[in-house]
């Protein structure tokens, strides 16, 4: 089975643009989540989708958004970018996201802001 | 609010030697808890994770993690550190009323395996 995959691996992007990231989660997977890394703040929950639905939040500004699609795939989004916005994007797939199953992450996007 | 705590930033040592690194959750409710491992470039695999019962869980590639209610830890050992564990640990909770998905990582340690 193949595994999360990101695209693309790495972006560079300058202050005010806009950034489209996507997720494929491993076939079958219905929930996907995603998290910001970076240095200073470390691992940090986005959101995430299940059923082509938001189902959780993290405390990020609204120019952090995303979707899922019928086929579960995934895209964020990051509007007006900000120089803090440099980051390892990472994606990560479940069954239903309960908290028995296992998360499966990605390679990451890794998101240059200049 | 739950918290995660790795009071390590970076750990060194001898290949062949034991290993623990140390991990203090902070949640009123019982925690469910995580160990990831993320070598570089890559995105973070699932070591270990407690959920209830046994406290003494077995993980992948020889590590096991030990929860300690009374002292609020979950600290991953192995007995003996091959070349290719080094790589940053990553302890995480979530808890009962949350979802997998929302899970609070602590800061990460480091580990460095000298040949």
């Known amino acids: 089975k193949a595994g999360v995959t990101q695209t693309p691996r790495y972006l560079i992007k300058t202050r005010g643009q806009q950034v489209t990231l996507s997720c494929s989660p491993i076939?079958?997977?219905?929930?996907v989540s995603w998290y910001q890394q970076t240095p200073g703040q470390g691992l940090q929950f986005l959101f995430e989708?299940?059923?082509?639905?938001?189902?959780n939040k993290g405390n990020f500004p609204g120019r952090f958004s995303g979707r899922q699609f019928s086929n579960s795939r995934s895209e964020m989004n990051v509007s007006t970018l900000e120089l803090g916005d440099s980051a390892l994007y990472l994606c990560?797939?479940?069954?239903?996201?309960?908290?028995?199953?296992?998360?499966?992450f990605g390679p990451g996007t890794r998101l240059l802001v200049l | 609010a739950q918290s995660v705590t790795q009071p390590d930033i970076h750990i060194t040592v001898s290949e062949g030697a034991s290993l623990e690194l140390r991990c203090n959750y902070s949640?009123?409710?019982?925690?469910?808890l995580f160990w990831y491992v993320q070598s570089p470039g890559q995105g973070l695999q699932l070591l270990l994770k407690?959920?209830?019962?046994?406290?003494l869980v077995q993980g992948i590639k020889g590590f096991e993690a030990e929860f300690k209610r009374s002292q609020s830890s979950f600290n991953l050992r192995k007995p003996s550190v091959h070349w290719s564990d080094a790589a940053e640990y990553f302890c995480?909770?979530?808890?009962?009323?949350?979802?997998?998905?929302?899970?609070?990582f602590g800061t990460g340690t480091r580990l460095q395996v000298m040949l």
């Open positions: 407690y959920f209830s019962g046994d406290t």
């Open positions: 995480a909770s979530t808890y009962r009323a949350g979802t997998a998905s929302k899970l609070t």
């Open positions: 949640y009123g409710a019982t925690p469910y």
């Open positions: 990560a797939s479940s069954l239903r996201g309960q908290l028995q199953e296992t998360q499966y």
């Open positions: 989708y299940f059923s082509e639905t938001q189902r």
């Open positions: 076939s079958g997977h219905r929930s």
